[in-house]
């Protein structure tokens, strides 16, 4: 089956570090826009960070610019999320997902359903 599978969340302090891996099952991630998204409640979905369909070029929220690192394990067919000098305002509920139709992953309100997407994983960030 097809699976995204989110992990490495946790509670840290602000200024601490992550590393959140988003592992596939049952289709390779080669060929597929793959990023990363955080739902908070009551707040609107956010694009994170994105790795275009050809795995040469990413992008990132202007939130997170100089502090996360989107990366690929293609061996393990694994992408991360490398988290430095976390903030409270990372804080949230961390999806991945999957599109092979576009260069670049979708706008945040609609990456649930375009393509394959995960469980996600909580990420806490305290003050």
């Known amino acids: 089956e097809v699976q995204l599978v989110e992990s490495g969340g946790g509670l840290v302090q602000s200024g601490g570090s992550l590393r959140l891996s988003c592992t596939a099952s049952?289709?390779?991630?080669?060929?597929?826009?793959v990023g990363w998204f955080r739902q908070v409640p009551g707040k609107e979905r956010v694009k994170v960070s994105c790795?275009?369909?050809?795995?040469?070029?990413?992008d990132y929220h202007t939130s997170v610019e100089g502090r996360f690192t989107v990366s690929m394990d293609n061996a393990k067919n694994t992408m991360y999320l490398q988290m430095t000098n976390l903030k409270p305002e990372d804080t949230g509920v961390y999806y991945c997902?999957?599109?092979?139709?576009?260069?670049?992953?979708?706008?945040?309100?609609?990456?649930?359903?375009?393509?394959?997407w995960g469980r996600g994983t909580q990420v806490t960030v305290s003050s």
């Open positions: 997902g999957a599109y092979g139709q576009w260069d670049w992953c979708p706008t945040a309100r609609h990456a649930s359903y375009l393509g394959f």
């Open positions: 049952g289709f390779s991630f080669r060929s597929y826009a």
């Open positions: 790795i275009k369909k050809t795995h040469d070029d990413t």
